[in-house]
């Protein structure tokens, strides 16, 4: 099995995604326990002093400036995680909680936590023995960061609380520990407080958001350009030097990736016949690669933010190589949030153009001799024509999705901390953005491929050819009578979201953007 080693400096997106989904195998570098035994060793050093140092010898937040003498310290931090651990509603997802885990993890790993290397060695073990803690949907106000789901985290270390086997049952995480040989933790000075003070589940939310939307930004221009195909529209608008005259590098990926899928095709290019006379397409159809390259460009400026995120040790306090303990407010989730609730606003345009190519697929009077609704027997068939209101409630939900967290702000802890992120709830609101998304490029490929089919006497580019084949294959019947659609939606939709879509094009294609 695949081993992600955990050092000092940061981890990359791709490891996240190993271990979050993949369940690779976790392992602490000796540099990283080195470092951990120096920061530990200052910790110790400042908790045997009189004088009081926030999370080490004082109460946390409002609650700072009590002195916590040494018999009562350990306590204090069992019961930071114990109160802490406060979460409501659903539970969270597991490859979301192992990312929430994991990143943790990196940030102790760092050595300016202040938390032993023993405690570090549990986290990796216990997400090794693929044991999952519950976590819930509200809790998190993205300041001081996400700390309700960390707190459940940390419980399960502690061996208190419910945790998911890695059977997949939920149990006392004090049971799963046993049967996995592993010693639940007792907190010392600062580690109850370290285990909660992070961005994590938002930066583990966006790293693997980032990698679902580059798979559908490149799903999406696959289905723009067989729309453009069924449309018979013109593909001169995806000429390279129209482009880069407005060098936005994302419209010239999208506009390149839709050019490479109608290379050779028989169905563009039809303006002046006389049974679909026009001079140009409709915006939804010709400004595609702007719409998607700039959703693109989007989602390289959230990866930027994302590498950052990924390379910093975000704790309060934290431990300096100089020997200082100091407070800070890293753990603010601002940076976080607001490429959360940028790629929720791109993501909704998105979808949004996608429905408009759809319909203009179905409407009679706008598909250039298509039959209404792409159906068998208009009239007795209704065809596509709900499919079609299951895509409109989809980006109607998307724009109110789109909606920024980020600009919200609510107080909290006696007014101490009075300026919140809410950027775990942007997080939340984008993953459901982007099951959306899935589905209504599920429809518009179900849609511009029947379409496509219904073009008798013309033949598809070859690419086209293979995103049908393809789509076929999948489960997705043809055009043909009235059926039950769902089924076929549904296949549609594990089409896109496998990544089938994509590959089944680059067989004919190469690599697209």
């Known amino acids: 099995m695949h ?3 955990v050092g000092t400096s940061g981890t990359t997106a791709e490891d996240v995604i190993a271990v979050a989904r993949g369940n690779a195998r976790v392992q602490l570098s000796p540099e990283a326990l080195d470092a951990l035994a120096r920061s530990r060793a200052i910790v110790d050093s400042l908790a045997a002093k009189p004088e009081p140092v926030y999370g080490v010898s004082t109460g946390f937040g409002a609650l700072a400036s009590r002195h916590i003498s040494p018999e009562l310290r350990a306590q204090l931090q069992r019961n930071i995680v114990r109160s802490h651990a406060a979460g409501m509603g659903p539970r969270v997802e597991r490859e979301v909680v192992r990312a929430l885990m994991f990143l943790r993890l990196k940030t102790v790993a760092s050595g300016h936590t202040g938390v032993r290397p023993s405690v570090a060695q549990t986290m990796a073990d216990v997400l090794n023995a693929g044991i999952t803690p519950v976590v819930h949907e509200y809790g998190s106000l993205g300041c001081s960061g996400d700390l309700a789901p960390l707190s459940h985290c940390a419980l399960t270390l502690m061996g208190e609380g419910d945790a998911e086997g890695p059977d997949g049952v939920v149990r006392p995480a004090g049971e799963l520990l046993a049967e996995a040989g592993i010693e639940p933790v ?57 482009h880069a005259i407005r060098p936005h590098p994302g419209q010239g990926a999208s506009a390149a990736n839709m050019a490479a899928v109608l290379k050779g095709s028989g169905l563009t290019g039809h303006f002046q016949e006389e049974s679909a006379p026009r001079v140009q397409d409709a915006y939804s159809v010709r400004c595609a690669p702007q719409v998607a390259g700039a959703g693109r460009d989007t989602l390289a400026h959230a990866a930027l933010v994302a590498s950052r995120e990924l390379a910093s040790a975000v704790d309060n306090p934290v431990v300096l190589p100089d020997g200082r303990v100091e407070s800070n407010g890293n753990f603010h989730g601002a940076p976080v949030a607001y490429v959360l609730d940028f790629l929720a606003i791109a993501a909704a345009d998105l979808g949004s ?38 895509q409109a409630a989809l980006v ?23 300026h919140v992120s809410m950027g775990w709830s942007a997080a939340r609101k984008l993953r459901t953005a982007i099951d959306n998304l899935t589905r209504i ?10 379409a496509i089919e219904l073009r008798h006497g013309l033949t598809a580019a070859p690419a086209s050819l293979a995103a049908i084949a393809g789509t076929r294959e999948a489960g997705v019947a043809g055009p043909g009578p009235d059926r039950f659609l769902a089924p076929d939606l549904a296949a549609a939709d594990a089409f896109v979201r496998s990544g089938g879509l994509v590959t089944a094009v680059e067989s004919v294609t190469g690599p697209l953007a």
């Open 3 to 5: 081993t992600v080693v």
């Open 186 to 242: 007792e907190l010392r000075e600062k580690e109850g407080l370290a285990l909660l003070n992070g961005t994590d589940g938002m930066l583990g939310m966006l790293v693997m958001a980032l990698a679902d939307l580059g798979r559908l930004y490149t799903s999406a221009d696959i289905t723009a350009a067989l729309t453009l195909e069924a449309l018979l529209g013109t593909e001169k608008v995806l000429a390279p030097e129209l």
């Open 441 to 450: 490029i599920a429809i518009e490929l179900y849609a511009a491929t029947r």
């Open 353 to 390: 153009i996608a429905e408009r190519r759809t319909d203009r697929l179905l409407d009679k009077n706008r598909s250039h001799g298509l039959p209404p609704f792409l159906a068998e027997d208009a009239g007795v068939d209704s065809g596509l024509m709900i499919a079609q209101y299951t």
């Open 396 to 418: 109607s939900e998307m724009k109110r999705l789109a909606v920024p967290a980020s600009a919200d702000s609510i107080p909290s802890s006696a007014m101490q901390e009075d």
